[in-house]
């Protein structure tokens, strides 16, 4: 049963007001002795505007189906298969959702499919083995999913896309013998250069495509939180191109373009700023919008950020911070966050505690302006690489936060973004990059962070994605056993 509900403004967190739109309701069709969730998450069908939001439990797998207004067309439930228990990507046709899932050591794939016109739900009998290769990242597209894999002692990639319609390809890079840069002289492999010992893993951070609405002018990447944009190897998707940026190495941004249309590839290095100083002695990353590479490095004097332009790695734009003047900025907003936000007046102070930081940059386009975010986060030891997501954490169908992110990466950012310090400034520019005074736009994951305040909730109970150019957090309610939703 699903209920309508009336909009509502709630007032919490000390003086400060957001407006949150209760959107709608689910009551699960779990058992009284089984109210436990497992995993949860909506999928929005941009082909005809329906939402089906899946919720498990130990046993089932239940989906509910929508129209964008949260109002009940039909419900369909299946059986889960314990040994598959991780999603990993998904597909949507108008009457059809598809997921592809794991086995707990990624090693073989199923598909799952919900079919709303013919009413059922079943697992589908091929299975793709994955032997002998990791799983580094996938990207979802509505109308495909790519399963970006590493071939185990090689520098081969291997590329495994599902369609909707239900075919798949599997395409292959063999990057043996291109010279990919630890520093500024010495050479390393593709699989040195991709694993993370800090974690003991592979590790890609992926910045995630929003199908958006026709005519959207915002940003068609989802946002992020300074602290998820301090990783050093990144993932993004453009058009038939899947491009891996590398920033390990403090000389130089490496940037790794697959095409898959063409099954060719394409390696660039692009010099940092600062690239005379000595590595102990900056801290360098950057990040990736349409064809502009903004690439930011700091010292202990001077904060600077070279943006460039992709295709021909020309300079277009320069920005230097020095700690003894005025930042060159407008209307910036410099916050320290420990254990609460506090703005911060010292340049000094800021770049000293951005020196010690794993440096981080964030560009978020909108309809007149950049919004660029340059911060750190407390560096990863040894003793302390990872907080808040166990590693393993693939044990059941639908749990999506896995601390890689596949299937959707909201909620480990969000999770990310409680439990890391930070520091950060964040300015405007117009679309010439030129400095500008257009209003600072707040984080959503500082919104839903203020929203949840202490709250324990599990990151399996709550999910949240993009729906009519609003952000949608969804969120299990035990106490009265119901699902539901609240637009920022």
Same mark, same amino acid.
Request: charged fraction near 25%; hydrophobic fraction near 35%.
């Given at each position: ?9 709630i007032l919490?967190?000390?003086s400060?007001v957001?407006a ?8 699960p ?5 089984s109210?436990? /969730?497992?995993?949860s ?11 089906v939001?899946?919720i ?5 797998i239940y989906?509910?189906?929508?129209n ?7 419900q ?6 314990? $040994?598959?228990?991780? /999603?990993v990507?998904k597909? @949507?046709?108008?009457?059809t959702y598809?997921?592809i !899932?794991s086995?707990?050591?990624?090693? $073989?794939?199923?598909q799952?499919?919900?079919?709303f ?5 079943? %697992?589908?009998?091929?299975?793709f083995?994955a032997?002998n ?11 495909k ?18 369609f909707?319609?239900g ?5 292959s890079?063999?990057?043996k ?13 593709? &699989?040195k ?6 974690y003991?893993d592979?590790?890609i951070?992926k910045?995630h495509?929003i199908?958006?609405e026709n #005519? &959207? !002018?915002e ?8 602290e998820?944009?301090?990783d050093?190897t990144?993932?993004y998707?453009v058009?038939?191109?899947i491009?891996i940026?590398?920033? *390990?190495?403090?000389? @130089?941004t490496?940037?790794?373009s697959l ?5 060719s590839?394409s ?10 100083v000595?590595?102990k002695? *900056?801290?360098?990353?950057s990040?990736l919008?349409?064809n502009?590479l903004f690439?930011v490095?700091?010292?202990?004097k001077?904060?600077? +950020?070279?943006?460039?332009? !992709?295709?021909?790695?020309?300079? +277009?734009?320069?920005?230097v911070?020095?700690v003894?003047k005025?930042?060159?900025?407008k ?6 966050k420990?254990?609460?936000h ?5 340049n000094?102070?800021?770049l000293?505690n951005l020196?010690?930081s794993d /440096?981080?940059?964030f560009?978020?386009q909108?309809?007149e302006? %950049?919004?660029?975010? !340059?911060?750190g986060?407390?560096p990863?030891t040894?003793d ?5 997501v ?6 059941y169908l ?8 596949f299937?959707?990466p ?11 310090k930070?520091?950060?400034?964040? @300015?405007s ?14 984080n ?15 990151? #399996?109970?709550?999910?949240?994605? $993009?729906?009519?150019q609003k952000?949608v957090?969804?969120? @299990?309610? $035990?106490?009265? #056993? &119901?699902?539901?939703f609240?637009?920022?």
């Amino acid at each position: 049963m699903i209920k309508k509900l009336p909009l509502v403004l709630i007032l919490f967190c000390s003086s400060i007001v957001f407006a949150q739109e209760k959107l709608g309701e689910i009551q699960p069709s779990l058992k009284t002795s089984s109210k436990t /969730i497992r995993g949860s998450l909506s999928i929005v069908n941009n082909l005809n505007n329906d939402i089906v939001t899946f919720i498990s439990n130990k046993d089932s797998i239940y989906s509910y189906l929508t129209n964008s207004k949260f109002e009940s067309k039909k419900q369909l439930s299946i059986k889960r298969n314990r $040994r598959f228990s991780g /999603i990993v990507g998904k597909t @949507y046709t108008e009457n059809t959702y598809t997921f592809i !899932v794991s086995d707990k050591n990624l090693k $073989r794939f199923k598909q799952v499919e919900f079919d709303f016109k013919k009413d059922t739900a079943y %697992y589908k009998n091929e299975s793709f083995s994955a032997k002998n290769m990791t799983l580094l990242q996938s990207v979802n597209l509505g109308d495909k999913t790519h399963l970006l894999f590493l071939k185990n002692n090689s520098s081969n990639l291997v590329v495994k896309t599902y369609f909707n319609d239900g075919k798949s390809t599997l395409k292959s890079f063999n990057l043996k013998g291109q010279k990919l840069l630890l520093n500024n002289s010495k050479e390393t492999s593709l &699989s040195k250069l991709l694993f993370n010992v800090l974690y003991n893993d592979y590790t890609i951070t992926k910045l995630h495509s929003i199908e958006l609405e026709n #005519n &959207s !002018v915002e940003n068609k990447l989802q946002t992020i939180p300074i602290e998820s944009a301090t990783d050093f190897t990144k993932l993004y998707v453009v058009d038939a191109t899947i491009k891996i940026v590398f920033d *390990k190495n403090k000389f @130089y941004t490496q940037i790794l373009s697959l095409d898959l249309a063409n099954e060719s590839f394409s390696l660039q290095k692009i010099k940092k700023p600062f690239f005379e100083v000595a590595s102990k002695n *900056k801290t360098t990353n950057s990040f990736l919008l349409n064809n502009m590479l903004f690439i930011v490095a700091c010292t202990k004097k001077q904060l600077k +950020i070279n943006v460039h332009n !992709v295709i021909d790695e020309s300079i +277009i734009k320069s920005f230097v911070a020095d700690v003894a003047k005025p930042f060159p900025f407008k209307d910036y907003e410099m916050v320290i966050k420990g254990k609460k936000h506090r703005k911060s007046t010292s340049n000094q102070k800021f770049l000293n505690n951005l020196y010690y930081s794993d /440096i981080g940059i964030f560009v978020e386009q909108q309809p007149e302006s %950049y919004q660029i975010t !340059v911060g750190g986060k407390k560096p990863a030891t040894i003793d302390n690489p990872m907080i808040g997501v166990n590693m393993s954490n693939l044990t059941y169908l639908y749990s999506v936060n896995n601390y890689r992110g596949f299937l959707d990466p909201h909620a480990y950012i969000l999770n990310v973004y409680r439990k890391v310090k930070s520091n950060y400034l964040t @300015y405007s520019v117009d679309l010439d990059l030129n400095p500008s005074s257009s209003k600072i736009k707040e984080n959503v994951y500082h919104k839903i962070s203020q929203f949840l305040g202490n709250s324990d909730l599990k990151n #399996n109970e709550s999910h949240f994605f $993009r729906l009519q150019q609003k952000t949608v957090y969804s969120y @299990y309610d $035990r106490k009265n #056993n &119901s699902y539901k939703f609240l637009a920022f």
